[in-house]
């Protein structure tokens, strides 16, 4: 069952960071933190993940906590092709250890 | 790499009928799971294999849900009989060793009327 809560829903203006919060205030010491989207009818994408430390890629940069219960997913310049529902997991990586998504965060960005 | 490939990509059939759907992960990947999306319940995981073999299949929903993975490079969900409630995007993904995560297929779009 996912572990995780994120607001419903997000507005952002096209060229404005978009900041994306979740809560894991149970999340446990060897659990990792992970983010996917999903754009319309697509197949969720893999975005980033971490484990305590902030990551950042050519997609976004992921922020937590130091006490690890919650975390942020940064888009820093939002286009209209990041209008997608974002998913935030918490796993343990390893053999038998699921993704189990959430009902996530529907991100509009604006013109 | 042509990532994860599913088929068919739509499948529209009568209740009563089989269905299977065909997942083929990307090579390589040892980890495969199937998902069933609906806007009532969301992503929901089925089954998940790992080096072909099925390591938890507790979310497939009943009897008529079975699922196989005879080779590292093919797998397949199949409905028998289905239903109209089986209506929904069933996706496959991937998944290599340790922790980048999963990859997804297109998905097929199952209406069962």
């Known amino acids: 069952d996912a572990k995780t809560t994120q607001p419903p829903s997000m507005d952002c203006a096209e060229g404005r960071a978009a900041n994306l919060p979740c809560n894991h205030s149970?999340?446990?010491?060897?659990?990792?933190v992970y983010w996917y989207r999903q754009i319309h009818s697509q197949g969720p994408q893999y975005i980033i993940h971490g484990l305590k430390n902030n990551e950042t890629n050519e997609m976004a940069s992921l922020i937590i906590t130091e006490d690890r219960k919650s975390s942020t997913l940064i888009l820093p310049h939002a286009t209209l092709r990041d209008t997608a529902v974002y998913y935030c997991?918490?796993?343990?990586?390893?053999?038998?250890?699921?993704?189990?998504f959430g009902t996530g965060t529907s991100l509009t960005v604006i013109p | 790499d042509a990532g994860v490939i599913q088929s068919p990509r739509h499948e529209v059939t009568e209740m009563g009928q089989e269905v299977t759907l065909r997942c083929k992960p990307i090579?390589?990947?040892?980890?495969l799971f199937w998902y069933r999306q609906t806007m009532m319940r969301g992503l929901e995981l089925l089954i998940y294999?790992?080096?072909?073999?099925?390591?938890?299949d507790s979310g497939m929903p009943e009897d008529r849900f079975s699922a196989k993975m005879p080779n590292a490079s093919f797998s397949t969900l199949k409905i028998q009989p289905s239903e109209p409630r089986d209506s929904a995007v069933y996706f496959c993904?991937?998944?290599?060793?340790?922790?980048?995560?999963?990859?997804f297929g297109s998905g097929t779009q199952l209406s069962v009327l």
């Open positions: 149970t999340i446990s010491g060897n659990e990792y």
């Open positions: 997991i918490v796993r343990v990586v390893g053999v038998g250890n699921q993704f189990y």
């Open positions: 090579s390589g990947h040892n980890s």
């Open positions: 993904a991937s998944s290599p060793t340790g922790g980048r995560g999963l990859f």
């Open positions: 294999f790992n080096n072909n073999v099925p390591i938890d």
